[in-house]
């Protein structure tokens, strides 16, 4: 399943903005609902598959921060866009609207959180990763902000792993693996 969701997601992507583009050409009418429908959905399924199981799968840990980060960022500028038309209106100027200063602030964090994931993942993607070797001293796992998060100490030295990884381990295991520079995520369990 992981396999297929990795190697299918961009492709699914793609296609999902090519039929969304391509339903706009359509005169009105119901194919034109139906090519947007099949469109939303080739576009947005894998997107919740990599929401749904990205913390399961190492393969998956790096499409799921980019989605974030780029959701993140894209529903910040749009709340602040939108705070700013709120601002600019009528209603605003003859003081019927409140909080809309607010809401940019709230949209302005938001946005914030996603350039910061944003520069964890563009760090684990792009800067050399560490290697950790040393035996496993402790294992735990957390369930908070949706879902189960695995750990593990190599050497007292906390990382974050996937559930695929987190199987593999057990405490006082010797282990060499890679870690992403920004994330502190095991990427690859690499051989003694």
Request: aromatic share 8%; proline share 5%.
């Amino acid at each position: 399943m992981v396999a297929l969701i990795q190697h299918s997601f961009f492709p699914l992507l793609a296609a999902g903005a090519v039929l969304g583009a391509a339903s706009r050409i359509v005169p009105a009418g119901p194919a034109r609902v139906v090519l947007q429908g099949i469109a939303a959905v080739v576009f947005f399924v894998p997107q919740i598959a990599v929401f749904v199981v990205g913390n399961f799968a190492v393969a998956l840990v790096l499409h799921r921060g980019v989605l974030m980060a780029l959701w993140l960022v894209a529903g910040g500028a749009i709340t602040v866009w939108q705070a700013r038309q709120t601002l600019a209106s009528s209603a605003a100027k003859r003081g019927l609207v409140r909080g809309p200063v607010l809401l940019g602030a709230a949209g302005a964090f938001v946005a914030l959180a996603g350039l910061w994931l944003g520069s964890v993942v563009v760090r684990d993607i792009a800067l050399p990763r560490g290697v950790v070797q040393g035996l496993v001293t402790k294992m735990w796992v957390t369930t908070w902000s949706g879902g189960p998060y695995w750990h593990v100490a190599v050497n007292g030295a906390p990382l974050n792993v996937t559930r695929d990884v987190y199987t593999r381990l057990r405490p006082g295991m010797e282990v060499r693996v890679q870690v992403g520079a920004g994330s502190a995520t095991v990427l690859a369990v690499l051989g003694r």
